[in-house]
């Protein structure tokens, strides 16, 4: 049988190590491309049966025709959300699958290692010892213990931030839009969960209907001196809206491992460059600001369970008429599936 060839956009050096790992007897013939997939590059997988591809890259309606001209069966997201895929237009098409859950432990740990630096001033205390200044002034932080978590999302990641959170002895309030029933979890209503918190994490997916649900109004409802964590997906936050926020005195702290217009910057090194978005540039320029580059995933664990499911998913589709992670329109619509694919959905 011929091997199943993979067009992997947006290769990394990280993603090439774990994939070889997981494919380490030569059963996909893996292409591993620098480039992003965009309307510019998807020629670049012509000949190939399955497109590979991560968080920025853009599965536009454009892309999604010329690839299934092209031929291709399948595009395997490397990642679990797929806000970066026009999932209705792809539907009859062209099958998409993602991979649900990789470590939501690396997410839920790296959103407490932003919040833990943000409100210690770990970021600052490591630049000044480093120098030997070992003045205290100006790192006076709070105790989290008895303090009020707002969690927006209670799925896999929420739900280990949470425990996370009650480790440290904090009450949790939380909201989603399908609360978990039984899970012994205060869930409210989310204008509550904004007046109420102290620190509001996002662990939600980024749809239409939330897109910006932090925007100046419900900033406005914020207690001063909130921190917000989003390690969810960057237009969860209006930008502007946020950095205005933080200029006002409004916000505390911003801790952020996502950014609205991050397909442009993140995960590139422009350090000899001058970055061209204001936005961005000044709330790097805040000292209460932490900003880390879509790391939150970043971990062994996570890098070698996504290249195993990833290649799981190719191998599932191809050989049987199962597609267990196929994400489609009408199930994330009708949220009837859960993705739990008996059958592929077309
Ligand atoms: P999940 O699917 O297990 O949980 C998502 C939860 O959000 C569910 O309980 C769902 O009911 C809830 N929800 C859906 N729509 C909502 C809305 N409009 N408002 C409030 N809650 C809503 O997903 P998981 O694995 O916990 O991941 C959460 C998010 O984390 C992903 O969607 C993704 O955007 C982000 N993520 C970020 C990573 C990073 O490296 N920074 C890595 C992995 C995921």
Redesign the pocket.
Known sequence: MEKIKIAFFDAKEYDRQSFMTSNAEDEFEILYLETRLSEATCKLAEGYDVVCVF?NDDVNRTVIDSLSEMGVKLIALR???Y?NVDIEYAYGKIHIVRV???S?Y??AE?AMALLLTSIRRIHKAYIRTKDFNFSLNGLTGFDLHGKTVGV????????IFIDICRGFGMHVIA??????KDSGIEYVE?SELWERADIIS??????D??RH?VNAESIARMKKGVVLIN???GALIDSEALLEGIKQRKIGAACL??YEEESNVFFHDYSNHIVNDDVLARLISMPNVILTS?????TNE?LGNIADTTLDNVREFFERDTCTNEVCYKCSQLNVCEQKHEKKCF
Do not use: W
Request: net charge positive.
């Open positions: 968080v990642c679990a959300g806000n649900p859950a990789y939501p690396a997410v790296h927006v999302g209670t799925g896999k990641i929420g739900r909201y989603d839009k399908f609360p978990a989310l996002f662990h939600c997916p980024l749809t209907e939330n649900m390690t969810s997906r491992d996502v879509h790391q939150a995933f970043l996570a």
